[in-house]
């Protein structure tokens, strides 16, 4: 092998990458995304974001390791793929591989040199990506992101580079060169980056239940071939916090290390496979098998005798004819012989199995508690637009290049081009059989949708939904996609730069979603905005989904006529292209293609119009920001009356997502100090609204939706006024600005409606949060340690409890439901009217409305979607357990009735209201029940548990309050799942909430529970998660009964106001109640007051047989913080079985310890049986980090 000659081929091929647009558009795109991306918008989550906290930088080694793995795997495969599968192809078309070959050119000389221009080629792509990262970071850096900007070390952009980029480039590189040499067909190249790419996207980077084996999750890292999983799992995961990532290195294992040589390996023996074949068949005869010699000899053998008896012929037999055929005729005959042709190639093949395997594993994400869902057919059909979108434009995409470029690879161009059919025909045939090629993928899909929905044995399979979603939502973007390559391949007649604008146009529409610039107007793949319910399919934003989809049909025929117009029949000819390019030739060629512009112009104007005058729109982000502007100052803390009674008559008509409301607030001043006004928020789509005070027309002052009430003379100490209002309006007016869900709306398949918000009835009050967005957003206030000490304003709804009488009309096939009991329900003329009363007073009301069924239990009951009966029963037993058992451990239920609404999918919450819980279909109806967690079950008691924590007892505003609402319904959640469901069960619900705190904790933003307030990242999982375990190992302490006692005392003292309670206030009462006031104080201290969280860790262990029995000895290790007992175990086989049962052949062994931070204690751990593994805290009574990890197999 000449060194010269190999670097000769390197420099030709080097050039001729380098002369193509597609690698310089790469380029382009990946400097622009740099620049972009130099605001932070793609960095670590970690450290904390508030001002002055500190944060991530992006300029770290952990930072820039976590984008490189993304992009380069990402956006670089399909441009590797495109050149260095078809290196060879493209010369078999130039016809020089055999002018190549003649010469004394080597075939290694030749495979080496091509791969060695390939890999020069985007190393250097990778390199001016780097230069364009620390540009942009270090020498122009973004003015505003001086926080998560860190000092300049080449070490953090080479390592993560060397690391994740070179072996990623190298594997594809060397594989799809191998594939395109062997295969000879340019559409196989694309197979193996667009199942890598989408296997990654979807699969290894997103799916890691915490059920899953380590040992399973190891291997899936080290076959990962981005690497970027590796990074997520052992270093991004569990936050280790920000001065670690800031500062540290990345601390690469043996086996990751070994994966990507791994990689690079796999690429170079991919190359030396096809050097060594086309070594073996270049030259010189090549080796065939005995069976297949045989079968051509007797094929050319009965060749040879039909051409021997055929004879001669006349010409008229072939039938030939002068005339054209028709425009139908030749589509026809094209489609025909394309899809002939496309049928034969193994790439389709080769890709239905990538979907049935992309499918599977999309349906096995899981809810809420890490549960999967239960697949209905809308279910499946939506959550697999996003997969089949990229999917299938991507293939059509190649498809559609690469049979428009066949003709002149095969030399066939000239003929064709000379023939009588159309362009437009020969455009529309390939089309046609592009498109069946997509409709084969679509009934793959639909086969794997089939066995998925059947295989539960729940849920009937229906093509409706299939047939809604693909064929009006999906077929669109398949058309407009595929009429845009192949217009953009008729303008350039070339093939490097269609696909080169092809990915570009997926890659910036990715860029604009990530960022969350996005707008219907330009989301033609419908990226991320298709939900379904089987309430009510597309019922949310359905005018912007039919008009995204008219836009996108005529942009097709707008691009099919650009397509036809420019249809390269003959070669290009410079001197008539530039006469084209004057005046008056341009504007007639112009004026010709108006026609087709005309609908998606009208269709994408009035789309833009739709989304600005919506709530997200350029008016409704006005309105709220005058709103907030406007009033902040003057009535952020202004006093407020108490609601003494709620009179509402509320009319709804779910197919016009109208209401009417006339009603009346109770009002009195139970102050001090006169009131002299008072204001009240409405919402922006209350139309007509009419005031009246004390039955009088009244006009109070509108500043912008705070309507600010001032009675004559004042509201003084002691005095009531009755205000009353009436208006209409449409909920939600409007669409989104890129789809998504909505917590509230009034819909046909329902209604969800709160007195949180002014969706229907005025908040008393200024709502802070009303225009605020990311360019006048304030820090929360600070409060002094003792700021609980005295009265405490209520977190939610008013200071004082009221009385409720609501009436709702509405359709007769519907029913309402809001708090109290329902005292009337009669239908007349077509019009059901439901009249609800509190039978006790409440802080709050909502109104759920839907067509339902009714199951009912023990003074419970469960409305739901008559098709969704599949988690009915687990929801009623937790109802009728949480009536039982909370109204035995806290306080008793004070109302007659608990009862649980249904709503469509179109957010994904449940709330509990007065005895009015509300449930997504998403969230617990179609929950798949494990039977290890019952998470039905275990969501249905979380949410009744708000019955005592947040109605009977509503918590104060300020750091700790929200807490003793989430933190305890999650702690009375688990003692429910023990009582009824077996300790076993009990325990693999702390685990899981347990996972979510590791996985979502920010520790440097963490504070001590006794501070927390919500407005920092990582707030939500220490309120609800690390709140139910903490409170759950205080229970241990403390000991049930002096616990429950604590918690009865708690509700008693503060249930009725007017100081509303924080987690100081529960501890003061739950100390009066400890058996050891010393250890209590120290558990506090250590768990309310500091943030602590053990991680445990074994090393040095052996298991040796001592006479009949066995002996563990180990090192146990705690590499996280606090001090705590722990129980260690010794263990023979799984506790639990798969149905959730106990496993009757497990067995352990224990003993106590009481280990610190940073402390290593040895253990031995004697055994009457042979054991298997060693754990920490066998009964899931420790909160830490990483449980799964601290096992060791023996």
Same mark, same amino acid.
């Given at each position: +092998?000449?060194?010269?000659?190999?670097?000769?081929?390197?420099?030709?091929?080097?050039?001729?990458? /380098?002369?193509? &647009?597609? /690698?310089?558009?790469?380029?382009?795109?990946?400097?622009?995304?740099?620049?972009?991306?130099?605001?932070?918008? +793609?960095?670590?989550?970690?450290?904390?974001?508030?001002?002055?906290?500190?944060?991530?930088?992006?300029?770290?080694?952990?930072?820039?390791?976590?984008?490189?793995?993304?992009?380069?795997?990402?956006?670089?495969?399909?441009?590797?793929?495109?050149?260095?599968?078809?290196?060879?192809?493209?010369?078999?078309?130039?016809?020089?591989?055999?002018?190549?070959?003649?010469? @004394?050119?080597?075939?290694?000389?030749?495979?080496?040199?091509?791969?060695?221009?390939?890999?020069?080629?985007?190393?250097? $792509?990778?390199?001016?990506?780097?230069?364009?990262?620390?540009?942009?970071?270090?020498?122009?850096?973004?003015?505003?992101?001086?926080?998560? =900007?860190?000092?300049?070390?080449?070490?953090?952009?080479?390592? @993560?580079?060397?690391?994740?980029?070179?072996?990623?480039?190298?594997?594809?590189?060397?594989?799809?060169?191998?594939?395109?040499?062997?295969?000879? =067909?340019?559409?196989?190249?694309?197979?193996?980056?667009?199942?890598?790419?989408?296997?990654?996207?979807?699969?290894?980077?997103?799916?890691?239940?915490?059920?899953?084996?380590?040992?399973?999750?190891?291997?899936?890292?080290?076959? !990962?071939?981005?690497?970027?999983?590796?990074l997520q799992e052992i270093w991004l995961k569990v936050d280790r916090g920000v001065g670690f990532y800031n500062t540290g290195r990345i601390g690469f294992d043996l086996p990751f290390l070994a994966s990507r040589l791994g990689f690079c390996l796999i690429g170079l023996a991919a190359v030396a496979w096809s050097h060594a074949r086309l070594a073996a068949t270049l030259r010189g005869a090549v080796r065939v098998r005995p069976s297949r010699?045989?079968?051509?000899?007797?094929?050319?053998?009965?060749?040879?005798?039909?051409?021997?008896?055929?004879?001669?012929?006349? %010409?008229?037999?072939?039938?030939?004819?002068?005339?054209?055929?028709?425009?139908?005729?030749?589509?026809?005959?094209?489609?025909?012989?394309?899809?002939?042709?496309?049928?034969?190639?193994?790439?389709?093949?080769?890709?239905?199995?990538?979907?049935?395997?992309?499918?599977?594993?999309?349906?096995?994400?899981?809810?809420?508690?890490?549960?999967?869902?239960?697949?209905?057919?809308?279910?499946?059909?939506?959550?697999?637009?996003?997969?089949?979108?990229?999917?299938?434009?991507?293939?059509?995409?190649?498809?559609?290049?690469?049979?428009?470029?066949?003709?002149?690879?095969?030399?066939?161009?000239?003929?064709?081009?000379?023939?009588?059919?159309?362009?437009?025909?020969?455009?529309?045939?390939?089309?046609?059989?592009?498109?069946?090629?997509?409709?084969?993928?679509?009934?793959?899909?639909?086969?794997?949708?089939?066995?998925?929905?059947?295989?539960?044995?729940?849920?009937?399979?229906?093509?409706?939904?299939?047939?809604?979603?693909?064929?009006?939502?999906?077929?669109?973007?398949?058309?407009?996609?595929?009429?845009?390559?192949?217009?953009?391949?008729?303008?350039?007649?070339?093939?490097?730069?269609?696909?080169? *604008?092809?990915?570009?146009?997926?890659?910036?529409?990715?860029?604009?979603?990530?960022?969350?610039?996005?707008?219907?107007?330009?989301?033609? !793949?419908?990226?991320?905005?298709?939900?379904?319910?089987?309430?009510?399919?597309?019922?949310?934003?359905?005018?912007?989904?039919?008009?995204?989809?008219?836009?996108?049909?005529?942009?097709?025929?707008?691009?099919?006529?650009?397509?036809?117009?420019?249809?390269?029949?003959?070669?290009?000819?410079?001197?008539?292209?530039?006469?084209?390019?004057?005046?008056?030739?341009?504007?007639?060629?112009?004026?010709?293609?108006?026609?087709?512009?005309?609908?998606?112009?009208?269709?994408?104007?009035?789309?833009?119009?739709?989304?600005?005058?919506?709530?997200?729109?350029?008016?409704?982000?006005?309105?709220?920001?005058?709103?907030?502007?406007?009033?902040?100052?003057?009535?952020?803390?202004?006093?407020?009356?108490?609601?003494?009674? *709620?009179?509402?008559? %509320?009319?709804?008509?779910?197919?016009?997502?109208?209401?009417?409301?006339?009603?009346?607030?109770?009002?009195?001043?139970?102050?001090?100090?006169?009131?002299?006004?008072?204001? /009240? #928020?409405?919402?922006?789509?209350?139309?007509?609204?009419?005031?009246?005070?004390?039955?009088?027309?009244?006009?109070?002052?509108?500043?912008?939706?705070?309507? *600010?009430?001032?009675?004559?003379?004042?509201?003084?100490?002691?005095?009531?006024? #009755?205000?009353?209002?009436?208006?209409?309006?449409?909920?939600?007016?409007?669409?989104?600005?890129?789809?998504?869900?909505s917590e509230e709306f009034i819909l046909p398949c329902g209604a969800v409606l709160t007195s949180f918000t002014p969706s229907f009835v005025p908040v008393l009050g200024f709502l802070e949060e009303i225009g605020v967005d990311e360019d006048n957003r304030y820090e929360p206030k600070v409060y002094a340690d003792d700021f609980w000490i005295g009265r405490t304003e209520p977190l939610f709804g008013g200071s004082s409890s009221f009385t409720?009488?609501?009436?709702?009309?509405?359709?007769?096939?519907?029913?309402?439901?809001?708090?109290?009991?329902?005292?009337?329900?009669?239908?007349?003329?077509?019009?059901?009217?439901?009249?609800?009363?509190?039978?006790?007073?409440? =802080?709050?009301?909502?109104?759920?409305?839907? =067509?339902? !069924?009714?199951?009912?239990?023990?003074?419970?009951?469960?409305?739901?979607?008559?098709?969704?009966?599949?988690?009915?029963?687990?929801?009623?037993?937790?109802?009728?357990?949480?009536?039982?058992?909370?109204?035995?451990?806290?306080?008793?239920? &004070?109302?007659?009735?608990?009862?649980?609404?249904?709503?469509?999918?179109?957010?994904?919450?449940?709330?509990?209201?007065?005895?009015?819980?509300?449930?997504?279909?998403?969230?617990?109806?179609?929950?798949?029940?494990?039977?290890?967690?019952?998470?039905?079950?275990?969501?249905?008691?979380?949410?009744?548990?708000?019955?005592?924590?947040?109605?009977?007892?509503?918590?104060?505003?300020?750091?700790?309050?929200?807490?003793?609402?989430?933190?305890?319904?999650?702690?009375?959640?688990?003692?429910?799942?023990?009582?009824?469901?077996?300790?076993?069960?009990?325990?693999?619900?702390?685990?899981?909430?347990?996972?979510?705190?590791?996985?979502?904790?920010?520790?440097?933003?963490?504070?001590?529970?006794?501070?927390?307030?919500?407005?920092?990242?990582?707030?939500?999982?220490?309120?609800? !998660?690390?709140?139910?375990?903490?409170?759950?190992?205080?229970?241990?302490?403390?000991?049930?009964?002096?616990?429950?006692?604590?918690?009865?005392?708690?509700?008693?003292?503060?249930?009725?106001?007017?100081?509303?309670?924080?987690?100081?206030?529960?501890?003061?009462?739950?100390?009066?109640?400890?058996?050891?006031?010393?250890?209590?104080?120290?558990?506090?201290?250590?768990?309310?007051?500091?943030?602590? *969280?053990?991680?445990?860790?074994?090393?040095?262990?052996?298991?040796?047989?001592?006479?009949?029995?066995?002996? $563990?000895?180990? #090192?146990?290790?705690?590499?996280?913080?606090?001090?705590?007992? %722990?129980?260690?175990?010794?263990?023979?086989?799984?506790?639990?079985?798969?149905?959730?049962?106990?496993?009757?052949?497990?067995?352990?062994?224990?003993?106590?310890?009481?280990?610190? @931070?940073?402390?290593?204690?040895?253990?031995?751990?004697?055994?009457?049986?042979?054991?298997?593994?060693?754990?920490?805290?066998?009964?899931?009574?420790?909160?830490?980090?990483?449980?799964?990890?601290?096992?060791?197999?023996?």
């Amino acid at each position: +092998m000449s060194p010269q000659r190999l670097l000769a081929v390197a420099r030709l091929d080097l050039g001729q990458h /380098l002369r193509r &647009p597609m /690698l310089w558009i790469l380029v382009l795109v990946l400097v622009v995304m740099s620049w972009g991306m130099s605001s932070g918008d +793609m960095r670590i989550s970690s450290g904390d974001t508030s001002v002055g906290g500190e944060e991530a930088w992006i300029t770290s080694q952990f930072a820039n390791a976590y984008i490189l793995s993304i992009w380069v795997f990402t956006f670089y495969t399909f441009f590797i793929a495109i050149l260095a599968g078809m290196a060879v192809i493209r010369d078999d078309e130039l016809k020089v591989g055999e002018v190549l070959h003649a010469t @004394p050119l080597s075939p290694g000389e030749y495979v080496w040199g091509k791969l060695v221009a390939v890999v020069a080629a985007f190393s250097g $792509v990778l390199a001016v990506h780097l230069l364009a990262m620390i540009f942009f970071n270090h020498v122009v850096p973004n003015s505003k992101a001086a926080e998560i =900007r860190g000092p300049f070390l080449l070490a953090n952009y080479l390592v @993560p580079a060397l690391a994740f980029g070179v072996p990623a480039i190298l594997f594809v590189a060397g594989v799809c060169f191998a594939i395109g040499e062997r295969s000879r =067909r340019p559409l196989l190249v694309f197979v193996l980056p667009l199942a890598a790419v989408v296997f990654s996207l979807f699969f290894f980077w997103n799916w890691s239940p915490s059920w899953l084996d380590p040992r399973l999750n190891r291997l899936i890292m080290l076959v !990962d071939p981005a690497g970027f999983r590796w990074l997520q799992e052992i270093w991004l995961k569990v936050d280790r916090g920000v001065g670690f990532y800031n500062t540290g290195r990345i601390g690469f294992d043996l086996p990751f290390l070994a994966s990507r040589l791994g990689f690079c390996l796999i690429g170079l023996a991919a190359v030396a496979w096809s050097h060594a074949r086309l070594a073996a068949t270049l030259r010189g005869a090549v080796r065939v098998r005995p069976s297949r010699r045989k079968r051509e000899q007797e094929t050319r053998a009965a060749s040879e005798v039909r051409l021997a008896d055929a004879g001669p012929a006349p %010409l008229a037999a072939l039938h030939m004819t002068t005339t054209p055929p028709g425009f139908l005729r030749g589509a026809l005959e094209v489609a025909r012989t394309d899809f002939r042709e496309l049928v034969s190639s193994p790439g389709l093949y080769l890709f239905a199995p990538i979907i049935l395997l992309q499918a599977f594993g999309n349906f096995v994400n899981t809810g809420a508690l890490e549960a999967p869902l239960l697949i209905t057919p809308g279910l499946a059909a939506a959550r697999l637009v996003n997969t089949l979108s990229l999917l299938v434009c991507l293939l059509l995409a190649f498809y559609t290049v690469e049979s428009l470029w066949r003709d002149r690879a095969s030399g066939l161009g000239s003929m064709i081009g000379s023939s009588p059919v159309r362009s437009g025909a020969i455009l529309l045939g390939r089309t046609l059989a592009n498109s069946l090629v997509g409709a084969v993928i679509l009934l793959v899909a639909l086969a794997a949708c089939l066995i998925i929905v059947v295989a539960q044995g729940k849920v009937t399979f229906s093509l409706f939904p299939f047939l809604i979603v693909w064929g009006a939502l999906l077929l669109p973007t398949f058309l407009v996609y595929t009429a845009f390559v192949a217009a953009v391949f008729s303008l350039t007649r070339s093939r490097y730069a269609t696909y080169a *604008v092809a990915l570009t146009a997926f890659i910036v529409t990715g860029y604009f979603q990530f960022r969350n610039k996005m707008s219907w107007v330009g989301n033609w !793949d419908l990226w991320g905005v298709v939900r379904w319910s089987d309430m009510g399919p597309l019922e949310l934003d359905r005018s912007a989904l039919v008009l995204s989809r008219v836009m996108a049909l005529g942009l097709a025929a707008l691009f099919v006529a650009i397509a036809v117009r420019f249809f390269p029949r003959t070669e290009q000819d410079p001197a008539l292209v530039l006469t084209r390019l004057q005046p008056r030739p341009l504007g007639r060629g112009l004026l010709r293609l108006l026609p087709f512009a005309l609908v998606p112009l009208v269709s994408g104007s009035a789309l833009y119009v739709l989304v600005d005058r919506g709530p997200q729109g350029g008016g409704g982000e006005k309105q709220g920001k005058d709103y907030w502007r406007q009033n902040l100052a003057t009535f952020k803390d202004a006093p407020l009356p108490d609601l003494e009674a *709620v009179e509402l008559d %509320l009319g709804l008509e779910p197919l016009r997502s109208s209401f009417a409301v006339t009603g009346s607030y109770r009002l009195a001043n139970r102050g001090e100090q006169t009131l002299a006004r008072f204001p /009240l #928020t409405t919402g922006p789509h209350f139309k007509e609204v009419a005031w009246t005070l004390d039955g009088r027309a009244y006009e109070p002052e509108n500043r912008t939706g705070l309507y *600010v009430v001032a009675p004559p003379g004042g509201l003084l100490p002691g005095q009531a006024v #009755t205000l009353g209002f009436s208006y209409h309006g449409r909920f939600p007016d409007g669409v989104s600005k890129n789809g998504g869900g909505s917590e509230e709306f009034i819909l046909p398949c329902g209604a969800v409606l709160t007195s949180f918000t002014p969706s229907f009835v005025p908040v008393l009050g200024f709502l802070e949060e009303i225009g605020v967005d990311e360019d006048n957003r304030y820090e929360p206030k600070v409060y002094a340690d003792d700021f609980w000490i005295g009265r405490t304003e209520p977190l939610f709804g008013g200071s004082s409890s009221f009385t409720t009488r609501v009436t709702v009309t509405l359709p007769e096939a519907y029913r309402a439901n809001s708090v109290g009991v329902l005292v009337r329900d009669e239908t007349r003329d077509g019009l059901r009217t439901v009249e609800w009363r509190s039978d006790q007073p409440v =802080r709050f009301f909502n109104v759920v409305a839907g =067509r339902w !069924d009714v199951r009912r239990g023990d003074g419970t009951a469960v409305f739901y979607h008559p098709s969704h009966t599949y988690n009915i029963d687990e929801m009623l037993q937790a109802l009728d357990g949480a009536r039982r058992f909370y109204s035995e451990w806290f306080f008793p239920y &004070p109302w007659q009735e608990l009862k649980l609404s249904e709503f469509a999918d179109y957010a994904r919450y449940a709330q509990g209201f007065p005895t009015n819980i509300t449930f997504s279909e998403g969230i617990g109806f179609l929950t798949k029940d494990d039977p290890r967690t019952n998470t039905a079950f275990a969501i249905a008691a979380h949410e009744s548990a708000h019955q005592w924590w947040g109605n009977i007892l509503t918590p104060g505003k300020g750091p700790g309050g929200n807490i003793v609402a989430e933190g305890l319904s999650h702690f009375s959640a688990a003692l429910l799942v023990e009582q009824l469901r077996g300790p076993l069960r009990s325990m693999e619900f702390r685990k899981r909430i347990e996972e979510s705190y590791a996985n979502t904790r920010r520790p440097d933003a963490e504070r001590p529970m006794v501070k927390v307030d919500g407005s920092k990242e990582g707030d939500r999982t220490v309120t609800y !998660d690390k709140g139910g375990w903490v409170f759950w190992m205080l229970t241990d302490l403390m000991g049930r009964e002096r616990a429950l006692a604590g918690l009865q005392e708690f509700v008693s003292t503060y249930k009725d106001g007017p100081d509303f309670p924080v987690l100081q206030d529960l501890i003061a009462v739950m100390r009066r109640h400890a058996a050891d006031p010393a250890a209590f104080d120290a558990f506090v201290d250590q768990w309310f007051y500091t943030v602590v *969280v053990p991680e445990f860790r074994f090393t040095e262990v052996e298991k040796v047989a001592v006479g009949d029995a066995w002996e $563990v000895r180990a #090192t146990i290790r705690n590499d996280g913080t606090g001090t705590v007992p %722990l129980e260690v175990a010794a263990a023979r086989g799984d506790r639990m079985k798969k149905d959730g049962s106990e496993n009757p052949d497990y067995r352990d062994a224990r003993v106590g310890i009481t280990i610190g @931070p940073g402390q290593e204690l040895p253990v031995t751990i004697r055994c009457d049986f042979e054991p298997d593994r060693l754990l920490p805290d066998p009964d899931a009574r420790v909160l830490q980090l990483e449980r799964a990890r601290s096992l060791r197999r023996l």
